[in-house]
């Protein structure tokens, strides 16, 4: 009897399954797994993964369609790739399919080839490199020869002759004409040695380094460092080691244009042979960066959440700095966290990875108590400054003009007077949170949200931060009919606006979602604030993270009570990460910081720990919170949503998936809870609701799930809502 082949395809639908087909007409050998196949899909046909191979002597009692064509050559990730996709997809979950989708560029979702189209690239040429021309009326030419001459081989490739100007066609077109400057093929970037510092690490920094560098294998360090304790030197230092020993290091941030000091330390010290990958990116220059690692070119590879599945030839390090922040967790599509993953492929690829922060989540706070992760402390800023001073205004007792208080108001004067800056940070974009009426107390909330409508005054518009929605402001009210209708609370624009009015005299820059709109500006907003060209930022937690804002010495914070009565269970934690972060932006260089939190609960324990700057003994004491209430790290949650336009069906199809679980007798070893309906039930005009499941292990949860989701994908009443499952969830709105 003849052998047939059954290969199994990871198909981007989302269903958690693979689909078998036939080899293509012709062909006797099976592609391997990693390899993208064109197959039929109902009337369609879809670009797959190969993820299996299956030989039987039976030809299957139902019908096979036959796969189209074999994409690649060769299998597009390497095995331990293929296997961390797949692992991905079990843990969290998620159709196989679509987390293939998240793992590889958007061009190789389809059928374009593996290779990427090769930019442009150029070098000097020796009368290039020896003219002494000054350049001084073609601006734009002058700083391109200028980067040429700084580049390692002095070479440099298009997508970063565009990071110098977006106009950099004609100049470089005319410097050609001069026979400075040639087209060159690609070649590998030169390992570019990196550049020597100005200083020599502290005791700290150089035990963390020790310990990093003296591992090979897989091991999990948290380096936990106080804000300005140099963790970044950290992070260098070990990857130097690592590309000096032929390897690759692997770097995530939670947004590239929010760490732009990590960016350019990593381009200074490494050059050209960073490769970086975040969505802003054009989808070639992603695929050429992408394939720079893949091939062992780039030996530095810095990017966002899903850079986590970029391939590497050589793996030698994985860091993940500010590993608590939350965007590392992907809230649609694939949902996944990117820092549990990079853990898990540390140890499939056997290397060391470092999750880096000033306020580790408490997920890792815990693993270093049961020493799974290996803790590295850095006790001290690494520059010689203290850190600042925190104290409270209590709201209460102090009039407050557009948000603020008189007492920061004289320690904003203060800074102005002695030409030093200050950090206004406010958790709110928009000019006030609310429209209401004074006469009623009537506010304007959205039609297709349960929320407030948020007004932006400089288009006189009301919008909803949840679904866009934008709509005039009212001028008459709809409950009372009355006229006297105005902004209630404030955000940063009216922040911006207040203190532009009261301190004529003060350059203030507003940074938040709406003022970074357009490429480049929040780069530009930063480096006037590091040129001292800003005395006053005021910005939402885009001003937060990661920073270093050496003028810094006072730090304002607007109204820091939202997430202190919240019903969120994390809520606290986060609250504390953002104020220790926001706080550690100020006293950064050698003069002293002070922070100032207005608040209408200035004895909140909270406030407490924080003013000593305590995350340890906040942590401890938030991890026995969780440890009595049995939240997470101490069990493992997953949370079933579903989404309606009808009123109370998301609700009820949880109540029936509910009733179908607690039939399967695996469902004793987890707990669940009720359905309810989400705490903002109605968003971008659809009810929501969620249920919650409690497990003591993974294994346990993952046992409860497997079964039930199964059904789900066949139950044919889960295609009347949008539902999703979230494994670890971090949001629980
Ligand atoms: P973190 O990321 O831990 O908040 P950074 O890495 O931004 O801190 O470092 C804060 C500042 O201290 C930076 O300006 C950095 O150049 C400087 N720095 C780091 N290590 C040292 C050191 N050993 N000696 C002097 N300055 C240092
Ligand atoms: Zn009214
Ligand atoms: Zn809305």
Redesign the pocket.
């Known amino acids: 009897m003849t052998q047939l082949s059954i290969v199994q395809v990871a198909v981007p639908v989302p269903l958690r399954r693979e689909f078998d087909f036939l080899l293509p007409e012709g062909h006797d050998r099976s592609p391997v797994p990693g390899v993208r196949v064109l197959v039929p899909f109902g009337h369609r046909r879809l670009v797959g993964i190969v993820t299996g191979i299956v030989s039987t002597g039976q030809v299957p009692a139902y019908s096979l369609k036959r796969i189209v064509s074999v994409l690649d050559g060769e299998p597009i990730l390497p095995a331990k790739l293929v296997n961390l996709v797949r692992w991905a997809a079990d843990y969290y979950q998620q159709p196989i399919g679509i987390a293939w989708q998240t793992a590889l560029p958007q061009l190789l979702r389809g059928k374009h080839s593996l290779t990427p189209n090769i930019p442009e690239h150029f070098v000097l040429t020796d009368a290039g490199m020896h003219c002494d021309e000054s350049l001084d009326r073609a601006r734009v030419q002058r700083r391109i020869m200028d980067a040429f001459a700084a580049a390692p081989g002095y070479c440099l490739d298009a997508p970063a002759l565009k990071l110098i100007s977006r106009h950099w066609r004609q100049p470089v077109d005319a410097l050609m004409r001069r026979d400075w400057v040639r087209r060159t093929p690609y070649t590998e970037p030169p390992a570019s040695g990196s550049q020597p510092r100005d200083?020599?690490?502290?005791e700290d920094?150089q035990e963390a380094v020790d310990a990093i560098e003296s591992t090979v294998n897989f091991r999990a360090f948290l380096l936990y460092?106080i804000?300005?304790?140099?963790?970044?030197?950290v992070y260098l230092e070990s990857i130097r080691t690592v590309v000096n020993a032929g390897k690759q290091a692997l770097v995530l941030v939670p947004e590239i244009s929010l760490t732009p000091?990590l960016v350019q330390a990593l381009r200074q010290r490494f050059g050209k042979s960073v490769a970086v990958l975040h969505s802003g990116l054009a989808a070639g220059e992603r695929h050429y960066n992408w394939w720079r690692a893949r091939e062992g070119h780039a030996p530095v590879v810095l990017g966002t959440r899903s850079a986590v599945f970029a391939p590497l030839q050589r793996p030698g390090l994985i860091i993940v700095d500010e590993e608590h922040d939350t965007s590392y967790k992907q809230q649609d599509g694939m949902r996944y966290h990117a820092r549990d993953v990079a853990v898990y492929r540390a140890k499939l690829e056997d290397v060391p990875v470092v999750l880096g922060s000033?306020t580790p989540s408490l997920e890792s706070m815990y693993n270093t108590s049961v020493a799974r992760y290996r803790r590295l402390t850095?006790t001290e800023r690494?520059?010689d400054s203290a850190l600042p001073r925190i104290g409270y205004i209590d709201m209460r007792r102090t009039a407050a003009q557009d948000g603020v208080s008189t007492i920061l108001f004289q320690a904003l004067e203060q800074r102005l007077e002695r030409s030093e800056q200050s950090l206004i940070f406010i958790n709110r974009r928009g000019y006030a949170p609310v429209w209401c009426c004074y006469g009623c107390g009537w506010h304007a909330q959205c039609e297709r949200c349960d929320a407030h409508l948020t007004l932006h005054q400089r288009i006189n518009k009301l919008l909803c931060h949840h679904c866009g929605r934008e709509q005039p402001p009212q001028s008459v009210c709809p409950q009372c009919e009355g006229v006297s209708l105005g902004p209630l609370g404030a955000g940063t624009q009216r922040l911006e606006d207040g203190l532009g009015k009261r301190l004529p005299q003060a350059r203030i820059v507003r940074i938040d979602r709406d003022s970074t709109r357009h490429k480049g500006s929040l780069e530009n907003s930063l480096t006037a604030a590091r040129n001292r060209e800003v005395d006053i930022l005021v910005g939402t937690q885009l001003l937060t993270k990661?920073h270093?804002f050496p003028y810094v010495t006072l730090v304002g914070v607007i109204n820091a009570d939202q997430g202190l009565y919240s019903v969120d269970y994390r809520a606290t934690e986060q609250l504390f990460q953002q104020l220790l972060q926001v706080s550690?932006r100020a006293g950064?260089d050698i003069r002293a910081g002070e922070v100032l939190i207005q608040t209408m609960y200035p004895d909140h324990p909270v406030f407490r720990e924080l003013a000593n700057h305590d995350y340890t003994r906040f942590a401890d004491y938030a991890l026995s919170e969780r440890k009595s209430a049995d939240y997470p790290p101490y069990s493992r949650f997953a949370l079933l949503r579903a989404e309606s336009t009808r009123a109370s069906a998301a609700l009820e199809f949880l109540q029936a998936a509910r009733r179908q679980l607690r039939k399967h007798p695996e469902h004793r070893r987890i707990h669940v809870m009720d359905a309810v309906r989400a705490p903002m039930e109605k968003r971008a005009g659809r009810y929501r609701a969620q249920l919650l499941l409690s497990a003591p292990d993974r294994s346990a949860l993952h046992d409860a799930l497997m079964p039930w989701l199964d059904w789900m994908e066949t139950w044919p009443r889960s295609r009347t809502v949008r539902w999703s499952i979230d494994i670890d969830p971090v949001d629980m709105y």
Request: net charge positive; aromatic share 4%; no cysteine.
């Open positions: 200083f020599s690490l502290n920094q460092g804000t300005g304790s140099g963790k970044t030197e000091q000033a850095l690494a520059k990661g270093d550690g950064r």
